[in-house]
């Protein structure tokens, strides 16, 4: 991985921590339950929509992967989130994810993050310029997350951080 990287691997590290937690004790219709009087996105949506994202961002990085997020988490509004996938299978996305995210990192050296973005809202800027747009998105969304968690009663991200250093949350059962 090229130095200029590892930041971006710390702060994608962090999100990777705190993912099961603020769907560890989430049921799927709490995970679909929309904020702003059901208009609003819900956690499920915050999810897929940042599933999305690292998808572009492995891209980015030199190694394309298509995204089956688009259009229900991109291109489209939040919805009822009937079709959207269960915790579980979040779950799993995530840490699939997850995997193909860090060998981009390791695999991208200094010419891709220099590079030109060819095409987006970036264009024309350089790869670490966009990534680290993603950095701030990706940490935006969390601190979405942790809103709704709050707003529907339930413990924000720090919390759930706290509860589990000390061996008290949910989050420490394996799901």
Same mark, same amino acid.
């Given at each position: 991985?090229? @130095? ?10 962090? #999100? ?12 799927? +219709?709490?995970?679909? =339950? =929309? ?5 609003? @996105? ?17 891209? &980015?990085?030199?190694?394309? !992967?298509?995204? @089956? ?5 991109? #291109? ?8 959207? @996938?269960?915790?579980?299978?979040? !779950? =799993?996305?995530?840490? %699939?994810?997850?995997? +193909?995210?860090?060998?981009?990192? *390791? ?5 891709? /993050?220099?590079?030109?973005?060819? +095409?987006?809202?970036?264009?024309? !800027? ?27 009663? &339930?413990?924000?991200?720090? *919390? &759930? /951080? ?9 989050? %420490?059962?394996?799901?």
């Amino acid at each position: 991985m090229t @130095p200029s990287l590892e930041p971006v691997a710390g702060c994608l590290a962090t #999100t990777n921590m705190l993912i099961p937690l603020v769907l560890g004790d989430l049921t799927d +219709d709490l995970a679909r =339950r =929309r904020t702003r009087d059901g208009e609003g @996105p819900s956690i499920a949506w915050e999810v897929g929509h940042m599933l999305d994202y690292r998808c572009q961002l492995i891209g &980015l990085l030199g190694a394309p !992967r298509a995204s @089956p997020f688009t259009v229900a988490f991109a #291109t489209s509004s939040a919805t009822d989130g009937a079709d959207y @996938p269960t915790v579980a299978e979040f !779950r =799993r996305l995530w840490k %699939d994810i997850e995997a +193909d995210l860090q060998a981009a990192l *390791e695999g991208a050296g200094e010419a891709t /993050v220099r590079k030109a973005v060819q +095409d987006g809202p970036h264009v024309g !800027r350089p790869v670490l310029d966009a990534v680290a747009f993603f950095m701030f998105h990706e940490a935006y969304h969390m601190g979405a997350i942790g809103a709704i968690r709050k707003a529907m009663g &339930l413990a924000g991200p720090a *919390e &759930l /951080v706290m509860a589990q250093a000390a061996g008290q949350g949910p989050a %420490d059962r394996e799901h």
